[in-house]
């Protein structure tokens, strides 16, 4: 079975803090794994993938299959950064997309 | 360019009536998807379309719920005989590509509240 841990609802930081979203995910085979992210009253949109290994935003998040994570990470927060964010796996051959419980991240000025 | 739209963004309904929900997905996009958010309980997979036809309906909580697509375009996700329970926000999403590693586009949802 395919699951997704996001174990933290709420997480509150301080600006130019460093922040840390958990993820971990629960899957036998290769997974895909997202960080969706939700900002107030907008519709939910992809901030990164895996297989890009991009940084968007200044967030980058690598996927450890050992401890079977995908960790979303900031070294310096922004007030904007304030968002929901859900964790997402999809496996292979699978179309569709398992979600996290989401987080909500609050940066405080 | 427009993205995925739905409607309406929201509807009251009472317990036992039957409600209908529309998503636009965006043009020539062949994949679409009906997830469900409800409080405490994340995002819900319900149903995926290719084209005009569901390979996979696994998330569909009880025969209540159904969902169709015509024209591999709109799909309408009906839900009968509403229950509080059904309460939610309804969110589409479409992608224009299958296979791993590609990008959903999510429309802005539906509230429904069940009173």
């Known amino acids: 079975a395919q699951r997704v841990t996001q174990p933290e609802k709420l997480l509150s930081v301080f600006k130019g803090a460093p922040v840390e979203l958990k993820c971990n995910y629960s899957y036998s085979g290769s997974p895909e794994l997202f960080w969706y992210v939700q900002y107030s009253r907008q519709r939910l949109q992809l901030l990164l993938r895996?297989?890009s290994r991009e940084s968007i935003k200044g967030f980058t998040a690598d996927l450890n299959k050992g401890e079977t994570s995908f960790h979303l990470k900031k070294p310096f927060a922004q007030e904007e950064d304030s968002a929901m964010y859900y964790c997402?796996?999809?496996?292979?051959?699978?179309?569709?997309?398992?979600f996290g419980q989401g987080t909500r991240l609050t940066i405080n000025p | 360019g427009a993205g995925v739209s739905q409607s309406p963004s929201n509807k009251v309904t009472e317990k036992g009536k039957d409600v209908e929900l529309r998503c636009d997905p965006i043009s020539g996009h062949t994949a679409l998807y009906w997830y469900r958010q409800s409080l405490g309980q994340g995002l819900e997979f319900l149903i995926y379309?290719?084209?005009?036809?569901?390979?996979?309906k696994s998330g569909l909580p009880s025969d209540r719920f159904s969902a169709e697509r015509t024209g591999g375009s709109v799909s309408t996700l009906t839900i009968q005989r509403t229950q509080q329970e059904d309460s939610a926000v309804y969110l589409c999403?479409?992608?224009?590509?299958?296979?791993?590693?590609?990008?959903?586009?999510f429309g802005p949802g539906t509230r429904l509240t069940v009173t």
């Open positions: 895996h297989i």
């Open positions: 999403a479409s992608s224009n590509s299958v296979g791993s590693a590609y990008e959903q586009y």
């Open positions: 997402a796996l999809n496996g292979q051959g699978a179309q569709k997309l398992v």
């Open positions: 379309f290719q084209g005009n036809s569901a390979p996979d």
